[in-house]
């Protein structure tokens, strides 16, 4: 199977979405390549479940978007979806609560309606070749070889799949110490009462119980529940240390470990808090996630680099095409995450030059493998800037 395309975008996430669609729009032949049958990646697979990144950081005063464009349309079918009116204020940030399914859903309804746009899941990229006019891309789907070709391609797998395959000069990663955790995100429905604060820290304390007396594993440790926008679901998140400074997110061994270990420490916690918590009593063994949460991999090194720096100090640049908001949120334990907010309560600039390298014309990249130092990571990888980044570099791929 060969076919032509003008923009093939690898990875349907967050900023592999955003991509597709405004190129579709755009009017060129788009083909979207997934691996996982449902598209929106880590808001989707991994069930995480708020949209970061999607409002202005100045929250004295009232919410505002952003980024305009698929970000806020997003922003807003999810609201409607989910029956908010606003944005949730969380201490100095407002956050979107988005429920995975609908997410997924979205999607599907935004995909289906762009004739342009072809989108193939269960469909594994495999290959990336620069060619005299453009770039071969192969994929296996569903035990099939396929070759594509296309003028651009834009990498939004997240882990820089193509920059692995062209140069080692071309992507980076930081050691397996400092990588921000993975984390192990279930649902579970049946959840009963008022989940405040008190509630909050009182579960905090009968878990830390649990692990003392040896009924709970130490990585139930920092487990964080939070309501779902639909009655009686929660979410519960559990970071994990994954073997610190011997973990490798590429290493398929430790991945499967990674898995396994979330599922046992999310049944042993379910199992514990039906018997020692009234408001679990009736809840049913949670729904597991397609895979872990992989919050870092490998990033592209691009003409320009974002830095820690750049976003502390609120830098805007000439050719920004996208702006972060979210303060950087580091997580290189499971002790929870470690914040540093901009200097002002403004947003910085996103410069073009993260979303591409010269050396590579028509190679383009966006979301969590955009390029950044890994403390400017610790924000652009939130998903309401993965979806700005990602229309961003579709609409560098329209003009070339
Ligand atoms: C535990 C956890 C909690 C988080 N909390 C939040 C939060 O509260 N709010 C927030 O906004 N962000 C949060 N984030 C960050 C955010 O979810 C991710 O950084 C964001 O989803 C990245 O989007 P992306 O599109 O760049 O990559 P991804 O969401 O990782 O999507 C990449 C897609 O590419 C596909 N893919 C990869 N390789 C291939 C291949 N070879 N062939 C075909 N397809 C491929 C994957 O299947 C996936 O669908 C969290 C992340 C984690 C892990």
Known sequence: ???????IIAGGGSAGLAAALPSARGGARTLLIERQTKLGGMGTNALVH????????????????????????IGEAMMKQTQQTEPDLMGRVYVLRQHP??????????????????????????????????????????????SHFSKSVIDTTGDATGARWLSPSLWTMA????????????????????????????????????IRSKALPETAMGAAFRDSTFAEEMFMTMDLEAGQGQWDPF???????????????????????????????????????????????????GDETLTGEDLAANRRFENEIALAGWPMEKRENARGPKFRYFDQPQPAGIPAGCLKNSQYPGLFFAGRCLSADHDALASVRVM???????????QMALTL
């Open 1 to 7: 199977m060969r076919q032509e395309w003008d923009i």
């Open 50 to 73: 708020t949209f970061c990144g999607l409002f202005h950081p100045d929250t004295s005063l009232p919410w505002a978007w952003l980024n305009p464009g698929i970000p806020q349309e």
């Open 101 to 146: 399914s609908l997410f997924a859903s979205i999607a599907d309804d935004l995909c289906a309606a762009e004739t342009q746009l072809t989108r193939q899941s269960g469909s594994e990229w495999t290959g990336l070749r620069q060619m005299a006019n453009g770039w071969q891309v192969e994929v296996i789907s569903r035990g099939v070889t396929q």
């Open 175 to 210: 050691p397996p110490e400092k990588l921000y955790r993975p984390a192990y995100v279930c649902a579970l429905p049946k959840v009963t009462g008022e989940h405040g604060e008190g509630w909050r820290l009182a579960l905090g304390a009968l878990i830390v119980k649990g």
């Open 251 to 301: 290493d398929p061994t430790k991945r499967a470990d990674l898995e396994a270990s979330g599922r046992l420490t999310a049944i042993s916690v379910w199992r514990y808090l039906r018997e020692h918590h009234a408001d679990f009593h009736n809840c049913p063994p949670p729904q597991f996630p397609v895979q872990a949460g992989i919050r870092e991999t490998a990033r592209y090194v």
């Open 384 to 394: 309401g800037t993965c979806m700005a980044t990602g229309q961003a570099a579709a």
